[in-house]
């Protein structure tokens, strides 16, 4: 069943991650869909601050994947300019996937062929207002 929340700024934004964040018990797939600008990234820094990560967290653009450690060890990838399977192979992508950590994509757009069926499902969508983002959860245990 999916989870319908909307935000009206990045802090709210954060906020909702943060909360998300601290039910993570370890082992989960964040799997995040929505263009560029939609919150992505704050989403994100909300996520690791729940786990007990504080600051530094931004858009792994160009390294691909960026590691936090907090409660739990996250590691954040940045999809955009992946082409194909050869591309998910050279970042250890799979590899990544038969661990207890935390995983966060986004751009999972790009890569839903190889995300794992019990993935957790995030759409952000634009709201009427420039700041309003809709979010929409599916596979979040309870």
Do not use: C
């Not at 996250?74 to 591309?87: A, L, P, Q, T």
């Not at 999972?108 to 993935?119: K, M, R, T, V, Y």
Request: hydrophobic residues 35%.
């Amino acid at each position: 069943m999916a989870e319908q929340y909307t935000t009206h700024s990045p802090q709210e934004t954060e906020a909702l991650g943060r909360r998300l964040g601290e039910q993570l018990k370890g082992g989960e797939v964040l799997a995040l869909f929505g263009g560029l600008g939609m919150g992505k990234t704050a989403l994100t820094r909300g996520i690791a601050s729940g786990l007990g990560i504080d600051g530094g967290v931004s858009s792994p653009t160009f390294a691909l994947v960026h590691d936090y450690t907090g409660r739990l060890t996250v590691h954040h990838f940045d999809m955009y300019r992946v082409e194909g399977w050869d591309d998910l192979y050279s970042t250890g992508f799979f590899d990544y996937l038969e661990t207890e950590d935390v995983l966060i994509i986004e751009w999972s757009e790009n890569i839903e062929g190889a995300l794992p069926e019990d993935a957790i499902r995030i759409t952000i969508e634009k709201g009427k207002a420039d700041d309003e983002r809709h979010f929409t959860i599916e596979g979040m245990a309870r």
